[in-house]
Structures are given as structure tokens and as C-alpha cells.
């Protein structure tokens, strides 16, 4: 299974995944968990500002975990084949266990979903069913 974490700082879980531009990539096989890349990607390259017919880095993934998201995120994801996994966990390798383990992860607060004023059309409270 091939599970990317939404991390702007590359050491945990962060939210807003429509403009993430940084992405931990892991594989998980037979209980095991390999740390297999790293994105950095351009402003350009987020799903927010990508074509939605275009190739994407992420392309690939299974499961995409974040702590936030708008539908059109998870639309655009989901036209994608991958599924996307909302918590308040920003522990990347706790969620990744999790996830690879067919284990929950603790839904965000609502707070969490509320994206104020950003002006780029996300849902608050928009959360994928597990």
C-alpha cells in the first residue's frame, strides 16, 4: 500500500491539503513501513492550482492522510483513485501505522475544518467516510 502524509514541514500531519505542496510518501508490505520519498513541489503543482485531467506526483498513492480538506480536495482526489483520510493525529508515522494496520484515526476537531477566509472555495467540515 503506498500512503502519502500532507506535511508542509516534513516532520508532521498539517492540514488546508488543496495547497500542500509537501508530501511524506511511505509503502507499507507485510507490516512493515519504508519512508520511499519526499514531494516539494511548486505552488503550481497543488491540487488546488493543477489541471485536474494533468499527471500529478501523487498520482499513485493509494491513501492520501491530511488534517484538512475541502470537497473539491476530496473529488479531486477521488477522480484520482486515491483515499483520502482526515484526522486530528499529526503524528506521521502513528498515522501511517494506523492506516497500513486497518486501524481508525481520530477525526478533527471542528475547528480544525475551518479554513476562514481563504477564498478558495473548500467546505468546512468536509470529511470522507472511513
Known amino acids: 500500500m503506498k500512503i502519502g502524509v500532507t ?13 500542500a505542496r509537501r508530501f511524506m510518501i511511505f509503502e507499507s508490505s507485510d507490516g512493515h513501513i519504508v519512508q520511499t520519498g519526499e514531494f ?11 489541471p485536474c485531467g494533468g499527471a500529478h506526483p501523487i498520482d499513485g498513492l493509494d491513501v492520501l492522510i491530511t488534517c484538512s480538506c475541502g470537497e473539491g480536495f476530496l473529488r479531486k482526489l477521488a477522480e484520482r483513485g486515491i483515499k483520502v483520510i482526515v484526522t486530528s493525529e499529526t503524528d506521521l508515522l502513528t498515522a501511517v501505522a494506523a492506516v497500513a494496520s486497518g486501524a481508525s484515526l481520530p477525526l478533527p476537531l471542528a475547528e480544525e475544518d475551518d479554513h476562514g477566509d481563504c477564498q478558495c472555495h473548500c467546505a468546512a467540515g468536509a470529511r470522507p467516510a472511513l
Request: cysteine-free.
Open 7 to 19: 506535511s508542509q514541514n516534513f516532520r508532521t500531519i498539517t492540514g488546508h491539503a488543496g495547497k
Open 40 to 50: 516539494d513541489l511548486p505552488k503550481e503543482m497543488s491540487i488546488h492550482e493543477h
